[in-house]
């Protein structure tokens, strides 16, 4: 009995003592940074499902085969953990996704290599995408892809509530109209996202949004008119929030037919084939507001780490995966759009029902995305949803206070 | 440490093996001394390093010329600055605190009522309905969060269930109303004057008084559901090390069960509730996997914790100097809680202090003195009462 608990003992020391070994060798070999034994490219993307994995490897596939440097794709779980664990450690992906909410913060912090500016296809980008990836007036990184929202329409509900497609909205009087006459007992005319990336395009149209030439506008006339707008929907029934209507986003109010019009982006597609295939929709541009049209667009790009050995190499993959064709590619295999004007072009022709999207893209701004602001945002997020009681002209205000809090930081 | 005297007398005989003895000790524990240095001493230093400097999260946080020095900023940023984070920080502890306040007492409570019974000589199949109990905490968290969410959605299966009994269920995960404030509205009143103005970390007294939100309570009801079997087998472990005879000892002094129970059994377990209370506080403070699930739900603001805010911080906001802050007080408050728990259990009556001290081997021979103090408490009680009343 005793020999045998001793011998335990012994092998429990002798593991524990396996397991530091094996830990610190672990730690020493991080630290490397890819040595020269292995000098394959190491790309990090946050991924849709398998289709877009596919795609991506496919796609690196063939500049390996152009290039003879090998790539490993890692699709990451949580890519913005994922990213600041690798830079932390100073061992960064060689190329990865930058979304467009954190790129401001990353580029602030110089985490990454401004190589797009001095590319030959600079020039090809939709101005807001170039904008958006832009830092100090320098475009940082290529825009990947993009998505802009739309107003997704249920066709079937659409017709048996009389309207035909010369019905289809403008702006904002005939939304609120469209909407009324869709609302019927199970099914409200329209809903969107309890969220600044849907309601902020209201304040677009309406001529305001929450940054404009350098200072924060947040409690600016426009913007209240917008939500006052948002508001008499909401009072008058036509539009409900998703969680409202016990669904967890616009999509799934929109598949359910609990909402017979929604507010989002090229992605509803695919969720609606997947859970949704018998519904049918179209897909038209948001109406204008009194100050024109207004759209978000949403986009990553290809981010490379500052100072990086292999940024050379990563620069000529990102040349390529932003070329057209490989662009189209991705749109056949995941449904985004292009980045640059003439592949998104290309694109509206090859599927006639995103053309909306592509649309947008003409007046599309980015939602704001400073250093801090996401705080701030989803601190307004949180508000969002009480909007059919609150008063728009004090939600706003606090705001503003807000917003120029994080703001004074950032200059 | 050992008796002085005789140890001079011996020392050389002695000391040569002690010697070896050491240095075999030193070398055997050397593996773990250096995993929980590596793994743990090292980062909590590393981080109490970053928690007073402005790293950006770019390369090392040591022997790096960008990274500054600032003091106390990173604490200011959550506790005294007038801005959103000190808000946001200030609602963690509000919703954790109604959190841990409601979560220990009821988890402790049931898995002691569960421990009791499934620890009857008379219950059958003992095995299935531990195990039972047992199953929620051995299941994925994540997981039962998922199920959690779709019981409680709006037309979810708990709703259902309160449709046939004439209640109409709220909207529970987009309902951030504290549940104190609920009670208050449906007997017809409001916030009184004043009670609105930014106070304690940015919070207004009204809401410090709001109460879990109803969408809190869904998590609540999920913690105490899960972590209730873990804390069951220590206090079933608890109850079977003390002995039948004790009941019966009870039993003969004519106690009933009530009171044997409460007078003899409870505080016999005195120990098991110690760790059963500090392990439910240090667990309920550091509340994360919930939080993080939830995130972006309309009721979010009223779910984050401490914990929550500190990964937010890191990796979303890019602040973990910020976050590190947040994670060391975080830490002080559980070393509060857990002190003032000690503090509250230890001095509370006399008679029990020598339970308190009992540890390891003597077990059996204190729990001969609790039946002693308990038998006789338990002849002292009703004398009491009578007189007193």
Not at chain 2, 154 to 160: E, F, H
Not at chain 2, 197 to 203: D, I, K, T
Not at chain 2, 294 to 318: C, H, I, K, V, W
Not at chain 2, 347 to 370: K, M, N, V, W
Request: a negative charge.
């Amino acid at each position: 009995m005793t020999l045998r608990r001793r011998q335990g003992r012994a092998l429990q020391i002798a593991g524990v003592a396996g397991v530091a070994a094996l830990a610190l060798a672990g730690c020493s070999g991080g630290g490397g940074g890819g040595g020269d034994d292995a000098e394959a490219l190491q790309v990090l993307i946050g991924t849709s499902g398998d289709a877009e994995t596919e795609a991506v490897q496919a796609a690196v596939d063939a500049w390996t085969e152009e290039s003879g440097v090998p790539v490993e794709v890692v699709v990451a779980s949580d890519l913005g953990q994922e990213l600041a664990q690798g830079f932390a450690g100073d061992i960064p992906p060689d190329l990865f996704y930058m979304s467009w909410d954190q790129f401001q913060t990353y580029a602030a912090d110089d985490y990454l290599e401004p190589y797009a500016a001095g590319l030959d296809n600079a020039g090809d980008f939709y101005p807001a995408l170039a904008d958006t990836f832009s830092y100090d007036g320098e475009l940082v990184c290529d825009p990947k892809d993009f998505s802009t929202l739309g107003l997704v329409i249920n066709t079937d509900l659409w017709a048996a509530a009389g309207l035909t497609d010369a019905d289809v909205p403008t702006d904002w009087d005939q939304l609120a109209s469209v909407a009324q006459r869709l609302t019927t007992g199970d099914t409200v005319g329209l809903s969107m996202g309890a969220e600044y990336a849907r309601v902020g395009v209201f304040m677009e149209q309406a001529g305001g949004g929450l940054l404009t030439d350098d200072e924060v506008t947040a409690d600016s006339p426009e913007n209240v008119e917008a939500l006052t707008y948002l508001q008499g929907l909401l009072s008058a029934g036509s539009l409900a929030w998703p969680t409202d209507l016990g669904a967890g986003w616009g999509g799934e109010a929109f598949g359910n037919g609990q909402a017979a019009m929604v507010i989002e982006g090229p992605w509803i597609s695919g969720a609606l084939e997947n859970d949704f295939p018998d519904v049918q929709y179209t897909v038209a541009e948001l109406p204008a507001g009194p100050s024109g049209q207004g759209t978000f667009t949403f986009s990553n790009c290809w981010g490379i780490p500052e100072g990086a050995d292999t940024a050379d190499d990563a620069t000529s993959l990102v040349e390529f995966l932003t070329s057209d064709e490989q662009q189209l590619a991705f749109s056949d295999a995941f449904g985004v759009i292009p980045s640059t004007e003439t592949a998104a072009a290309t694109y509206a022709e090859t599927y006639p029902e995103s053309a909306a999207f592509v649309a947008g893209a003409e007046y599309a701004v980015s939602p704001i995305a400073f250093p801090g602001a996401s705080e701030v945002v989803g601190e307004f997020n949180t508000v969002v949803p009480t909007l059919a009681t609150a008063d728009p002209q004090e939600i706003l205000a606090t705001l503003q206070g807000q917003l120029e809090d994080a703001y004074s930081e950032v200059e | 440490m050992a008796t002085r005297a005789p140890a001079t007398a011996r020392a050389p005989r002695r000391g040569s093996t002690r010697d070896g003895e050491s240095r075999a000790g030193w070398l055997f524990i050397s593996p773990a001394l250096i995993i929980v240095g590596v793994f743990l001493i090292a980062p909590i230093v590393l981080a109490l390093w970053v928690s007073f400097t402005d790293w950006n999260g770019r390369n090392s946080p040591l022997f790096n010329d960008n990274v500054d020095v600032i003091g106390l900023d990173n604490y200011a940023a959550i506790t005294t600055d007038d801005r959103l984070t000190r808000d946001l920080f200030g609602r963690a502890i509000r919703n954790n605190l109604f959190y841990v306040l409601l979560v220990v007492p009821l988890q402790t409570a049931l898995a002691l009522f569960l421990a009791v019974q499934v620890n009857r000589r008379l219950l059958k199949a003992k095995g299935f309905f531990r195990t039972a109990f047992y199953f929620p905490s051995v299941t994925s968290s994540i997981a039962i969060t998922g199920v959690f969410l779709f019981l409680f959605q709006a037309s979810g299966a708990v709703n259902a269930v309160l449709a046939w009994l004439q209640v109409d269920g709220p909207n529970w995960m987009a309902d951030p109303r504290g549940i104190v404030h609920v009670v208050i509205g449906a007997f017809g009143g409001g916030e009184p004057g004043g009670w609105d103005a930014p106070g304690f970390l940015g919070v207004s007294a009204w809401e410090w008084a709001a109460g879990p939100s109803v969408a809190q309570l869904v998590l609540i009801v999920m913690a105490v559901f899960t972590t209730s079997g873990t804390f069951m087998l220590l206090f079933l472990a608890g109850l079977q090390s003390i002995g039948a005879e004790v009941g019966e000892a009870a039993l003969m002094d004519g106690a009933n069960a009530r009171q044997s129970f409460f007078n003899v059994t409870l505080p016999m377990l005195r120990p098991v509730l110690f760790t059963v209370l500090t392990l439910g506080l240090i667990g309920t403070w550091q509340v994360f996997d919930q939080v993080y699930l939830t995130r972006g739900t309309p009721a979010a603001a009223t779910l984050t914790s401490p914990a929550y805010m500190a990964y937010d911080q890191a990796f979303t906001e890019n602040e973990p100097g910020i976050a590190a802050a947040i994670a060391f007080v975080l830490f002080l408050i559980i070393i509060a809680f857990s002190l003032l728990q000690r503090f509250v259990l230890c001095d509370r009556d006399e008679p029990s202090r020598p339970l308190l001290r009992r540890r390891g081997p003597r077990t059996i021979a204190s729990a001969d003195g609790g039946v002693a103090q308990g038998t006789a408490r338990l002849r002292a009680g009703p004398t009491e009462r009578g007189t007193g009343g």
